[in-house]
């Protein structure tokens, strides 16, 4: 399954939509079909994990934010163009196996520890000291695509010119 970005208006914001309408679709009819599974809401539960399976993060109940960061720093962590990370209330989130931490200041001045595999090298979460209450998880290690899209998108004048902008009340669009 594809991952899109939205682009305001751009072609193909129908193809996206419908897209992400049969993926939707498709995991409710899977819910219909295993009454124990959960999509979404207070029961649901979700496991990220680093590349090699070694160090995992199990999350309970839906994320109190999805946000896409353009700074340098997290294009520097993912060797990316950006980072996603959910947030979930520190009690709603264990984690399991070693990793090793790595501590930095943020920009705001407060710090963070990132916690990441030592065998594969995969950020898997991370602790901002500016929220004590809540632990970010890197989307990607979900390997989720119907994973809640980002609502929010910070440092966006970082942002490269190539990516498109996140709208998050729609689908988003390929580019």
Known sequence: ?????????????????????????????????DPGRH?????????????CGQLSVGCRGEP?????????????RTGSTYGIAAFFRREAVESKGRARRYMRSS???????????????????WEPHRKVDMIAVAVGAFADP???????????EHRHPWIGIIHPSRPASPL
Do not use: N
């Not at 109190?64 to 520097?76: D, F, N, P, T, Y």
């Not at 710090?111 to 090298?121: A, I, K, L, M, S």
């Open 64 to 76: 109190a934010r999805v946000s896409l960061c353009h700074c340098l720093a997290c294009q520097k």
């Open 1 to 33: 399954m594809a991952t899109y970005i939205a682009v305001d208006g751009g072609p193909g914001e129908a193809t996206a939509r419908r897209s992400w309408l049969r993926m939707r679709r498709t995991m409710l009819m899977a819910a219909v079909m």
């Open 146 to 156: 119907a994973f809640p899209p980002p609502s929010q998108a910070v440092y966006e």
């Open 107 to 125: 920009d705001s001045g407060y710090e963070v520890t990132f916690h990441f595999c030592p065998d594969c090298g995969s950020t898997v979460f």
């Open 39 to 51: 999509i979404g809401g207070v029961g649901m539960e979700r496991t990220a994990t680093c590349v």
